[in-house]
Nanobody, 128 residues
Framework: QVQLVESGGGLVQAGGSRRLSCAAS????????MGWFRQAPGKEREFVAT????????EYADSVKGRFTISRDYAKNTVSLQMNSLKPEDTAVYFC?????????????????????WGQGTQVTVSS
């Protein structure tokens, strides 16, 4: 059974940092891109960041570019999201996700429907 389990969420003051991790089990995702999404109350789930299968390509939402960094550890089958300079508007439940198909080319999936496996989410609350 494939599982994605996020950790690292919590309460942080504006301007602070937080590191989220996502551990995958039941399947190796080394040949697949991995992504982070977030969902704030009353809003749709939105794209945050994605990293290619070989870590050569990374994309970020404009709202987090320059503040968040996505990375992956192939030995541990994990993907992380380092979040710096956090803002109250970053408050959301953060989800990691993986697609069920390969993306070998330059295109990286950025849409919810392109991902098949999802974690349960971890809450990040940024206080002002």
């Amino acid at each position: 059974q494939v599982q994605l389990v996020e950790s690292g969420g919590g309460l942080v003051q504006a301007g602070g940092s937080r590191r989220l991790s996502c551990a995958a089990s039941g399947r190796t995702f080394s040949s697949f891109p991995m992504g982070w999404f977030r969902q704030a109350p009353g809003k749709e789930r939105e794209f945050v960041a994605t990293i290619s299968w070989n870590s050569d390509s990374i994309e970020y939402a404009d709202s987090v570019k320059g503040r968040f960094t996505i990375s992956r550890d192939y030995a541990k089958n994990t993907v992380s999201l380092q979040m710096n300079s956090l803002k109250p508007e970053d408050t959301a439940v953060y989800f990691c996700a993986a697609p069920s198909q390969y993306y070998p080319g330059p295109y990286l999936p950025r849409h919810v429907h392109e991902y098949y496996y999802w974690g349960q989410g971890t809450q990040v609350t940024v206080s002002s």
